[in-house]
């Protein structure tokens, strides 16, 4: 059983999530909206392969002090002011997942099959950017 290397992003509603996005804090956010495509196996797994990519090639495998995730569904009506926020379309999700990762008001949305690649190079800069002190 592997490890986990970060913390659970604890919320009761999307404007949990965005109270402490704006708190002013130098935690690591990464998130993932998806789309569960109940009507459609093939983009289900697909979205769903991305999100266990992310968690067991990722997540499980690097230990970054102060990451909180979270994977939601975005079609929960209680992220629609969270994503409505961070202008993430919920049809722009059916077919590809959003990836979203923020330290102290920095932040990036990314999506499509380069998605984790994008994700892992944004976040050296921000972990670059909390090291000097922004």
């Known amino acids: 059983l592997a490890c986990a290397n ?8 999307g404007d949990d999530i965005l109270h402490k996005l704006q708190a002013g804090n130098h935690d690591i956010y990464l998130i993932v909206f ?12 697909s ?3 991305l999100v266990e990519k992310l968690e067991s090639e990722f997540l499980h495998k690097n230990d970054i002090k102060d990451l909180y ?8 009506p209680t992220y629609a002011n969270l994503m409505n926020q961070l202008q993430i379309d919920v049809n722009d999700l059916v077919n590809s997942p959003a990836l ?35």
Do not use: V, W
């Open 6 to 13: 970060y913390h659970e992003l604890k919320h009761r509603s």
């Open 34 to 45: 998806y789309h569960p495509n109940e009507g459609h196996q093939h983009l289900k797994s």
């Open 47 to 49: 979205n769903m392969h």
């Open 69 to 76: 995730y979270a994977a939601l569904d975005s079609t929960n």
């Open 100 to 134: 979203f990762i923020m330290e102290h008001g920095n932040g990036f949305i990314m999506t499509g099959p380069r998605a984790i690649a994008e994700m892992q190079m944004n976040l050296n800069e921000l972990l670059d950017n909390r090291d000097k002190g922004y």
